[in-house]
């Protein structure tokens, strides 16, 4: 595997994240809804960085399966949410692939009657979105390869890296193990 963003540019982008976020802010309390597991240590770093007050909530979604690299059928499970009715809603997730995940928890978010629900993204991946919609917030955008770290793994190995690293068709095929 090769590092594609460092610790360093990863902490840059997340505070631009968060600047942007409080430029678009309304004077109302700011729900942030995490997507379980990859997004953890962009809302850990996000929310540390957001003024005035902010509720945090998580979510479970998932389109991958073990050590699968293509998305499956996606499964949400929404069931610790509160009542979102009039909430300012930040929804945040690790990546934007084919961005049938976001679609579908922005969707669901509305339905329940947030307010407003705006969604942030650290990463989206270039020429992959199957869906119209895109996302309020990029951090970066990345090259079509799978990716590691920072939140995000390879059959729940690997999100303890505090980078970003390109996981190579050798480390899939060694089922992500390294060297």
Do not use: C
């Amino acid at each position: 595997m090769h590092t594609l963003l460092t610790a360093e540019q990863l902490a840059a982008g997340i505070e631009r994240l968060a600047a942007d976020v409080r430029g678009d802010s309304i004077d109302k309390p700011l729900t942030v809804i995490g997507v379980l597991t990859g997004s953890i240590m962009v809302v850990a770093d996000l929310i540390r960085r957001l003024e005035g007050p902010v509720q945090l909530n998580m979510v479970w979604a998932s389109s991958y399966r073990g050590p699968a690299t293509a998305p499956d059928r996606l499964e949400l499970r929404l069931d610790l949410l509160p009542d979102l009715t009039g909430h300012d809603v930040l929804v945040v997730d690790d990546i934007f692939d084919s961005g049938r995940t976001m679609q579908a928890l922005v969707s669901e978010l509305r339905n329940r009657g947030a307010a407003r629900v705006r969604s942030l993204v650290l990463l989206r991946k270039e020429g992959r979105a199957e869906v119209a919609m895109r996302p309020d917030f990029v951090g970066f955008d990345i090259p079509d390869a799978f990716v590691v770290g920072y939140g995000l793994d390879f059959d729940g190995l690997w999100r303890h890296l505090p980078y970003l690293a390109v996981l190579d068709t050798q480390d899939i095929a060694r089922g992500g193990a390294e060297g």
